[in-house]
């Protein structure tokens, strides 16, 4: 197999965006635009990869450069077409010979197969691999010419097409395919003799053409090459992303009762036998284990919940949050940074945070985790076994020792030992009678004051 090298468009203006953030900085999924493209390439095995951009992008290149370093950042200036912004890479890939897939920063589903797919035709000796889809309304798309042996005859523009082209339906997607050496020979060639005065990258099919070399078209599903140039389409892409998040892992063995009100991640795992209730967001980092349940109205970042735990209703877990195996973490309870231990629960409202909970505890409504001191986070340890009473407020940093108990209502600064009973509240005091004489004292008062 050849070396492979991506080179990612993503000079574009986005103005339609209407966002001071670049275009290819919205998110999908969780996840820039930018960022799928990249993992796309990586996923593919491209060992190197090189994003064209404006030169005003200044906060586009700082997140390039810190994925991919300084040399993957290529200027377009000033911007002059497709074939232009490729040209840009050149200098960035000099030395390189083996195979580039032209990719976008602003088309974040494309399958990693697709790609394989044109990756494997320049294998085979084809010498120009176009990705395309057919299209529900072909429209301004350009249309993919083929002939009867399934080879790529021309790219034309709708506006240049005949009524015969226009009724094909098998459209560009921009992908490209072509090994390094032909792709920038093949762009030296292309010149700007059309109505834009622009360079474009589908010219150098008919290049290639030219030269003898075989030209063939990757299909793929129309969703699949979204590009997003509004907030409209970025939600278009979101959801088309979410419905087929949901149905892999439908297909998995995960059960959703109401699957249209379950959010997702690009990285979110979710294993076989888990069971997700209406309402349920996960933001990155998530990772829940076989058997979990995760109830209504959750929402997880960042998290681990092991075999068996159930989570919510009305859950939150920050990143860090690391739920043991059979462990209840039940509804308005917030937990952050803190490993609760196998079968260990906190069943409502809580905050944990900055903590580790040993197996077994129980942790009662109302338990607060006193983490922050308006400078730095402290930790809480409680122990296995232990309990904690409602209302209670754990000032870290403390321990709280195993099997120990913490009378309802304490506010615990110092360490429990093991087994022991802790109270940290003021004593009860009980005055006879004094309620009777306190009404009778105010009546007369509020006498007074009508009179």
Not at 47 to 72: C, F, M, Q, R, Y
Not at 161 to 169: C, F, G, R, V
């Amino acid at each position: 197999m050849s070396e492979r090298a991506a080179i990612i468009l993503a000079a574009g203006q986005g103005t339609r965006m209407k966002s001071s953030l670049p275009k290819v900085l919205h998110p999908v999924g969780g996840q820039s635009m930018i960022d799928w493209s990249i993992q796309l390439a990586r996923r593919v095995g491209c060992e190197k990869i090189i994003t064209v951009v404006s030169p005003n992008s200044d906060a586009l290149k700082s997140h390039v450069t810190a994925a991919l370093g300084d040399s993957a950042i290529a200027i377009q200036d000033p911007p002059l077409g497709t074939g232009h912004a490729v040209r840009a890479a050149e200098a960035a890939l000099s030395g390189f010979t083996g195979d580039v897939i032209v990719l976008y920063g602003d088309t974040p589903l494309i399958p990693s197969t697709a790609v394989e797919a044109l990756f494997g035709e320049l294998e085979q000796g084809t010498g120009v691999g176009v990705l395309g889809f057919h299209a529900r309304e072909p429209g301004a798309y350009g249309r993919l010419v083929t002939n009867g042996n399934d080879e790529l005859e021309a790219i034309v523009e709708a506006k240049d097409a005949s009524p015969e082209q226009l009724k094909i339906d098998i459209c560009n997607s921009g992908v490209m395919a072509v090994r390094s050496d032909r792709l920038f020979r093949l762009l030296s060639r292309v010149t700007n003799d059309n109505k834009k005065g622009e360079y474009y990258l589908t010219d150098i099919v008919g290049l290639a053409r030219d030269e003898g070399a075989t030209c063939k078209v990757v299909t793929c599903q129309e969703a699949d090459v979204m590009g997003v140039n509004s907030r409209v389409e970025l939600a278009v892409a979101e959801a088309a992303f979410q419905s087929r998040r949901r149905q892999e892992l439908l297909e998995s063995g995960v059960t959703m009762t109401a699957p249209d009100t379950v959010f997702l991640a690009h990285d979110t795992i979710i294993e076989n036998d888990v069971v997700i209730e209406p309402h349920v967001v996960f933001a990155p980092g998530v990772h829940v284990r076989s058997g979990a349940v995760i109830r209504a109205f959750s929402h997880l970042e960042g998290a681990i919940v092991d075999e068996g735990a159930q989570i919510g209703p009305y859950a939150r877990l920050r990143p860090g949050a690391r739920i043991g195996e059979g462990a209840r973490i039940g509804n308005f309870v917030e937990v952050k940074k803190t490993r609760v231990g196998k079968g260990a629960k906190a069943n409502h409202l809580a905050y944990l945070g900055d903590g580790e909970v040993g197996a077994n505890a129980n942790l009662g409504a109302g338990t607060i985790f006193c983490n922050y001191d308006g400078f730095l986070k402290y930790t809480t340890r409680i122990g296995e076994g232990a309990f904690v009473g409602s209302n209670s407020a754990l000032v870290a940093p403390v321990s709280i020792g195993k099997g120990a108990y913490v009378g309802s209502g304490s506010v615990i600064t110092e360490d429990v030992s093991a087994d022991a009973l802790a109270i940290g509240r003021g004593r009860q005091v009980e005055k006879a009678g004094w309620a009777a004489h306190f009404r009778v004292e105010m009546a007369e008062k509020k006498k007074q004051t009508q009179t």
